[in-house]
């Protein structure tokens, strides 16, 4: 074999393993990309939750402001009561 094959042939093996090594990289990141996707998502959905539990919580204590400022009025206290209770209901 002549050096110039055998310089080819190095080069042509580097460039095989290169490929190879870079593959296999690919696929790292592929697999961590999607790690990372379903934590994104399982954050985003926890913040969403708390988000919709903190709104409940406000619009119960609203309720409960007007249940304990209409006492006095027997129909308007039922009513905010109630809204009071269906709140209640929802935010369990």
């Given at each position: 074999?002549?050096?110039?094959?055998?310089?080819?042939?190095?080069?042509?093996?580097?460039?095989?393993v290169m490929c190879v090594i870079g593959l296999?990289?690919?696929?790292?990141?592929?697999?961590?990309?999607?790690?990372?996707?379903?934590?994104?998502?399982?954050?985003?959905?926890?913040?969403?939750?708390?988000?919709?539990?903190?709104?409940?919580?406000?619009?119960?204590?609203?309720?409960?402001?007007?249940?304990?400022?209409?006492?006095?009025?027997?129909?308007?206290?039922?009513?905010?009561?109630?809204?009071?209770?269906?709140?209640?209901?929802?935010a369990r």
């Amino acid at each position: 074999m002549t050096i110039r094959t055998k310089l080819i042939l190095l080069f042509s093996f580097t460039m095989a393993v290169m490929c190879v090594i870079g593959l296999y990289a690919l696929q790292v990141y592929k697999t961590t990309l999607d790690n990372e996707r379903q934590l994104s998502a399982s954050v985003n959905d926890s913040v969403d939750l708390s988000h919709h539990a903190e709104t409940l919580i406000n619009i119960q204590l609203n309720t409960w402001k007007n249940v304990l400022l209409r006492s006095l009025e027997e129909e308007g206290y039922y009513t905010y009561l109630q809204q009071f209770y269906d709140v209640e209901r929802k935010a369990r």
